[in-house]
Structures are given as structure tokens and as C-alpha cells.
């Protein structure tokens, strides 16, 4: 008995189970069109990922919904796997896609506002933790205009 009580703390620790990790941070740091037909548009997006975790987090999958000035834009989602070192961050290059409609609705908005609200959430899915997915949510603002117009970017 006194052999097992020794015996799991050193199964958690060798596991990596923590607890409950706190989500992770994520951020739109990029948006490319990379290919365009009638019925599609395929977007490459680059998502800054953060840990806030005292403890490197094991991401094996993502799920994410971008929405634009208030209206769906492009979902997605990525099996690609990375590990956020503890207190630290990553980037994810991930494929996305919309319809015709949805970039011909944007267009309108963008001529009548002239910047880009966005926000975006999904879920993250992580290895070795009791907890198998996390939700996570960003907002920013992107200000188009010319240069010097001091036009602020908050992506």
C-alpha cells in the first residue's frame, strides 16, 4: 500500500497532468488568399498561439471560426500538432475557406466602414490532459487607410 501511494504522484508527473491548464491565447497574426474560383475562396491564416501556463501545452488539433465586421467569414480546422513552451508562444499556419458570397458581403462592408473588426474562437485540442479540448476567443481591430495617415492596427 505505502508502495502505491509512492508510485502516483510519480505516474502524475511522469504523465504531465497538471490540472486543468488555462487556454491558450490565440490571435490572428495573418491572412492570405491562395487560391479563388467562382464557388471558393481558400485562405492560408497564420494563428499566434500563447501559453500562460507555467507548464509547456501540447496542442494536437484546432478547431476556429473567424468572423468579420459581425458576420462569418471562414472556418477551419488543423490537425497539426505543436507544443507552446511554457510562458511562451508559437505560430500555426492553417487552410480555411469561404464562399464567393461571404468575400462579395465583406467588400461592401469594408467600402462603407473602412476597417475590419474580427473575432475569432474555436477549440483547442490537447494531449496528456484530462481535459481533451479548450475553448479560446479573440477580438481586434484592423484600420485601413494609406500610410501616414496615423491609422492604427490592432490584430
Not at 481558400?42 to 500562460?52: A, K, Q, S, T, V
Not at 501556463?53 to 488543423?78: H, K, M, Q, W
Not at 500538432?81 to 505560430?91: E, F, K, Q
Not at 479540448?133 to 496615423?150: A, I, K
Amino acid at each position: 500500500m505505502a508502495g502505491a501511494a509512492l508510485a502516483a504522484p510519480l505516474l502524475l508527473a511522469t504523465c504531465g497532468v497538471t490540472g486543468d491548464p488555462v487556454p491558450p491565447l490565440v490571435r490572428l497574426a495573418d491572412l492570405r488568399l491562395v487560391e479563388s474560383s467562382v464557388f471558393e475562396q481558400r485562405f492560408e491564416i497564420d494563428l499566434r498561439i500563447g501559453n500562460p501556463n507555467d507548464f509547456a501545452l501540447p496542442i494536437d488539433g484546432l478547431t476556429f471560426d473567424l468572423e468579420v465586421n459581425g458576420e462569418s467569414f471562414v472556418r477551419g480546422f488543423s490537425d497539426q500538432r505543436v507544443t507552446i513552451p511554457r510562458l511562451g508562444d508559437g505560430l500555426v499556419s492553417v487552410a480555411a475557406s469561404t464562399t464567393l458570397i461571404e468575400v462579395v458581403r465583406q467588400l461592401l462592408l469594408l467600402s462603407q466602414r473602412g476597417d475590419l473588426t474580427y473575432r475569432l474562437s474555436g477549440l483547442a485540442y490537447l494531449q496528456s490532459f484530462a481535459r481533451r479540448s479548450v475553448p479560446y476567443q479573440s477580438e481586434g481591430t484592423f484600420r485601413l487607410g494609406g500610410p501616414g495617415d496615423g491609422s492604427e492596427r490592432s490584430i
